[in-house]
């Protein structure tokens, strides 16, 4: 896979000078050569991008590229093409949003890996071609305040001392799967495991300073899916270690919360900090780590990004009522959350996902922040009872579902 998207990266690249007509037909014959790697999130954005015409802008098209790679987890291809892009592209191009779009992305990946030279670079580079531009300026100079105050973190790395990790689930009181960890050697605590999350993993602000938290100068509001109208601060953190049994995070950005405490634990650790061991097998009662990856079994894809641009989930195709969707696994949920199209639903439907068709009875939680054309919800912990374990191999975008034996239907009512 990486092979044809290189090859499909290299090729925009040597093209973006030519004509637009000859980039959309281009365009064209690559991603119907590669339709078996495209996701179901992704159909409707490559139907507006390959539809035929005049006026079309391969500037645009391009950025439709960038997030298949970024959906697939090639960031450092994406991030080649934007590099690119933002050299050659016009200050006209580059000012309908696209220089944010593009600068936003960077910034996002270099703080999950702790590039504060490359932040850096970025607040030097607005400063040489944007200082007509408002919005990146007031970027750039936060940017360079960062910058200056991380510039001696390090990168981070992760250290194993045992080839296969498992980790007992523990439950909560209202049932979140856990596991515990030391932050910076200190007494072991409870984290939940919550893949729903696409941010690193967070930390309430009442435990960081025994901890030892570093804290630097970056502030975001945020909300949670569940909780969208409740609005709280988080502060960008750096712990020196977080260790889950064989498992050590060196040098980890974590967002400290000031949201009003209401679990029983320390913190979450989301999607972006468990995509960075590469492997791991869900199942209800466990969460295992293996290195080397094992083999992959099947042909079974899915993607790490929902459209977002920095964050990671995983986001798992499936069918509802015989229609292409997708759902969001969500560990940190005890239920299904589905787009609000299906609020008015007077009768169950049928979810299949991995070989398993499913029943869903009417009148499920759904949330209408998503928008209508939204076709992704959240699917929490009973995906993990019905199969036997998922396994995510996070390095090629890939998964395979072991399921029960003799089982291939579970009905759910709520």
């Given at each position: 896979?990486?092979?044809?998207?290189?090859?499909?990266?290299?090729?925009?690249?040597?093209?973006?000078?030519?004509?637009?007509?000859?980039?959309?037909?281009?365009?064209?014959?690559?991603?119907?050569?590669?339709?078996?790697?495209?996701?179901?999130?992704?159909?409707?954005?490559?139907?507006?991008?390959?539809?035929?015409?005049?006026?079309?802008?391969?500037l645009?098209?391009?950025?439709?590229?960038?997030?298949?790679?970024?959906?697939?987890?090639?960031?450092?291809?994406?991030?080649?093409?934007?590099?690119?892009?933002?050299?050659?592209?016009s200050?006209?191009?580059?000012?309908?949003?696209?220089?944010?779009y593009?600068?936003?992305?960077?910034?996002?990946?270099?703080?999950?890996?702790?590039?504060?030279?490359?932040?850096?670079?970025?607040?030097?580079?607005?400063?040489?071609?944007?200082?007509?531009?408002?919005?990146?300026?007031?970027?750039?100079?936060?940017?360079?305040?960062?910058?200056?105050?991380?510039?001696?973190?390090?990168p981070?790395?992760?250290?194993?001392?045992?080839?296969?990790?498992?980790?007992?689930?523990?439950?909560?009181?209202?049932?979140?799967?856990?596991?515990?960890?030391?932050?910076?050697?200190?007494?072991?605590?409870?984290?939940?495991?919550?893949?729903?999350?696409?941010?690193?993993?967070?930390?309430?602000?009442?435990?960081?300073?025994?901890?030892?938290?570093?804290?630097?100068?970056?502030?975001?509001?945020?909300?949670?899916?569940?909780?969208?109208?409740?609005?709280?601060?988080?502060?960008?953190?750096?712990?020196?270690?977080?260790?889950i049994?064989?498992?050590?995070?060196?040098?980890?950005?974590?967002?400290?919360?000031?949201?009003a405490?209401?679990?029983?634990?320390?913190?979450?650790?989301?999607?972006?900090?468990?995509?960075?061991?590469?492997?791991?097998?869900?199942?209800?009662?466990?969460?295992?780590?293996?290195?080397?990856?094992?083999?992959?079994?099947g042909?079974?894809?899915?993607?790490?990004?929902?459209?977002?641009?920095g964050?990671?989930?995983?986001?798992?195709?499936?069918?509802?009522?015989?229609?292409?969707?997708?759902?969001?696994?969500?560990?940190?949920?005890?239920?299904f959350?589905?787009?609000?199209?299906?609020a008015?639903?007077?009768?169950?439907?049928?979810?299949?996902?991995?070989?398993?068709k499913?029943?869903?009875?009417?009148?499920?939680?759904?949330?209408?922040?998503?928008?209508?054309?939204?076709?992704?919800?959240f699917?929490?912990?009973?995906?993990?009872?019905?199969?036997?374990?998922?396994?995510?191999?996070?390095?090629?975008?890939?998964?395979?579902?072991?399921?029960?034996?003799?089982?291939?239907?579970?009905?759910?009512?709520?």
């Open positions: 896979m990486r092979i044809i998207i290189l090859s499909f990266i290299l090729a925009i690249v040597a093209t973006l000078t030519a004509t637009a007509q000859d980039i959309n037909a281009w365009l064209q014959e690559q991603l119907n050569a590669s339709a078996d790697l495209r996701h179901v999130d992704y159909d409707e954005m490559y139907e507006k991008a390959l539809q035929k015409g005049k006026g079309v802008d391969p645009i098209r391009s950025l439709v590229v960038i997030d298949y790679c970024r959906a697939y987890g090639l960031d450092s291809l994406a991030i080649e093409m934007a590099d690119f892009l933002l050299e050659k592209a200050n006209e191009q580059m000012e309908r949003g696209i220089a944010a593009l600068l936003d992305m960077k910034y996002r990946l270099a703080l999950l890996q702790n590039r504060y030279d490359e932040i850096q670079w970025m607040a030097s580079y607005i400063n040489r071609r944007w200082r007509s531009n408002q919005k990146l300026m007031d970027w750039a100079g936060r940017w360079h305040r960062l910058a200056e105050e991380g510039k001696d973190v390090a981070v790395r992760i250290v194993r001392s045992k080839d296969i990790v498992s980790l007992p689930f523990d439950r909560d009181s209202v049932g979140h799967v856990c596991v515990y960890g030391n932050v910076n050697k200190t007494e072991k605590q409870r984290f939940i495991i919550d893949t729903g999350m696409m941010s690193s993993t967070i930390l309430f602000r009442k435990y960081v300073q025994k901890m030892g938290v570093r804290l630097l100068p970056v502030s975001i509001r945020a909300s949670s899916a569940t909780h969208p109208d409740v609005v709280y601060s988080m502060q960008l953190g750096i712990i020196d270690s977080l260790r049994d064989g498992i050590k995070f060196c040098n980890l950005p974590v967002w400290v919360s000031d949201e405490e209401e679990y029983d634990c320390v913190g979450f650790i989301g999607s972006p900090d468990l995509v960075r061991l590469e492997y791991m097998e869900l199942s209800r009662d466990s969460l295992v780590f293996r290195y080397p990856l094992p083999k992959k079994k042909e079974a894809n899915f993607t790490m990004n929902p459209g977002a641009r964050e990671r989930c995983i986001c798992l195709p499936c069918t509802i009522d015989g229609h292409k969707s997708s759902l969001v696994l969500d560990t940190g949920s005890n239920s959350l589905l787009p609000q199209q299906y008015e639903r007077t009768t169950g439907f049928f979810v299949e996902v991995g070989g398993m499913m029943w869903l009875e009417a009148g499920m939680e759904t949330h209408g922040f998503v928008p209508h054309t939204d076709s992704r919800g699917w929490g912990q009973p995906l993990l009872w019905s199969f036997e374990r998922l396994c995510f191999n996070f390095r090629d975008a890939h998964v395979d579902y072991v399921k029960k034996k003799d089982v291939e239907y579970t009905e759910y009512t709520y």
